[in-house]
């Protein structure tokens, strides 16, 4: 936001440059057009001269970023300073009486001003910018009406007012009304805004927070449900469930120092994880070294079997790269063991109602779970279940090598045998 309300200051002083040099080239008019009355002439030129320097020295400072607010409050008293100024010079320029400069155009640009400092998405620029504009042309209003500068001629007739050097109290009432309801409306907009665009930035930063202690697939669902999320509500899905674990990490901690245990796991999770998360996994949840993941949970498709495989492959890549950085360094290298089960699992909330969290729940699980502690036994890092294996190659998985199968294999805690196929020895 500050960046942004940089360069909206660098915009608005650029713009009151360009006005300064239309000023001073109103100046140069009335200096053509008034030899004779060089009090009046010293006087445009003097200002004109003033504010070009004044401005030019806040666009320098705005480039360099060097803006405070006392010099904003400052330029929006030059701005209206001027503007009134070659407005008041106008019946001078013309040999008319000052009720003449009541109807210029040029007092549209009193609106300019005040817009200009709306690009800060600050309220209080803009209500000052309003408060002087309207101060302004009082002043000038007062000064017709004093006959200083001629007779006012004051009229409550229209058609005088609009065709001769009449004036209209009530007119220039309106137009002093007029600023002050579109500063006040402005001001209102400028400050409902910068509140959403204040709470847009905490929502987007509260999102990008959430997504990192939640999957990307599941900070999403939260952040675009229609309705409260409730424990007890779930989706039905065909999935693969994948488990790692990081082998002999218990034993591992008790010989390392606290810092040392909690650098191994980063370690250890930020090279599965992308692994997993770039071929289209979902992180379900950290279990101290083990990880949970899913496919086709939270974001349903077609190929979760195949992109579990294939993330498999892509974690044990990057296992072994991990150990050969740590070979290099003389420490001892690591061990993963992953498994994978698919299945129909259920994907939703659970908790009491002041805790909740997304899960998988499911025979696949359970399964997945059991398969990985089988790893052991079967002396391999990475298998799954013949079902998985089989479809996956029917969702495009091409396998790097032949897997190995071990057909009726006794895993403890499941009923009947098992046929597993090795997917990293």
């Known amino acids: 936001m ?42 445009v030129f003097g200002v004109l001269g003033i504010y070009a320097l004044a401005t030019l020295m806040r666009l320098v400072l705005a480039l360099r970023r060097r803006l405070v607010p006392w010099m904003l409050y400052g330029s929006a008293v030059i701005d209206m300073t001027l503007l009134m100024a070659v407005i008041w010079s106008f019946h001078l320029k013309y040999a008319q009486s000052a009720a003449f400069y009541l109807k210029a155009p040029t ?5 300019i001003f005040i817009a200009l400092r709306a690009l800060r998405f600050e309220a209080r620029y803009v209500l000052f910018a309003g408060a002087m504009g309207a101060l302004g042309w009082a002043v000038l209003l007062l000064f017709v009406l004093s006959g200083r500068g001629g007779p006012a001629n004051v009229t409550h007739d ?80 065909d999935a693969t469930i994948l488990m790692a674990d990081l082998r002999g990490f218990t034993q591992l901690s008790t010989t390392m120092d606290p810092d040392s245990v909690m650098k191994l796991l980063q370690d250890y999770q930020g090279r599965i994880c992308p692994a997993i998360q770039a071929s289209g996994g979902s992180i379900d949840k950290f279990l101290g070294d083990g990880i949970l993941c899913s496919f086709g949970a939270a974001r349903p498709t077609d190929t979760y079997a195949a992109d579990a495989l294939r993330a498999v492959d892509a974690a044990a890549a990057a296992i072994a790269l991990w150990n050969a950085e740590r070979a290099a360094r003389n420490q001892p290298s690591i061990r993963v063991g992953m498994a994978l089960a698919s299945g129909r699992v259920v994907f939703g909330a659970v908790g009491d109602g002041d805790r909740l969290e997304y899960t998988v729940i499911g025979d696949a699980v359970n399964l997945a779970a059991k398969l990985e502690k089988h790893t052991k036994e079967e002396n391999v890092r990475a298998l799954c279940d013949a079902d998985t294996y089989a479809r996956a190659l029917n969702q495009g ?19 009947g045998a098992v046929d597993l196929v090795v997917l990293v020895p």
């Open 397 to 415: 998985y091409v396998p790097s090598g032949q897997g190995e199968r071990r057909t009726a294999r006794i895993v403890s805690g499941v009923a």
């Open 107 to 111: 007092f549209t640009y009193v609106f």
């Open 158 to 237: 229209y058609v005088e007012y609009m065709t001769t050097n009449a004036t209209l109290i009530g007119a220039e009432v309106d137009k002093i009304v007029a600023v002050l309801l579109v500063t006040l409306i402005l001001a209102l907009a400028i400050a409902r805004a910068r509140r959403l665009l204040v709470r847009a930035t905490a929502e987007r930063a509260a999102a990008q927070d959430l997504s990192r202690f939640l999957a990307p697939e599941v900070a999403d669902r939260i952040r675009h449900s229609a309705r409260q999320i409730a424990a007890g509500e779930g989706d039905l899905r």
């Open 2 to 43: 500050a960046e942004g309300q940089a360069q909206s200051v660098t915009l608005a002083v650029t713009v009151d440059f360009l006005a300064g040099l239309w000023g001073i080239d109103a100046g140069h008019g009335a200096l053509a057009s008034l030899r004779g009355a060089a009090d009046h002439v010293d006087f």
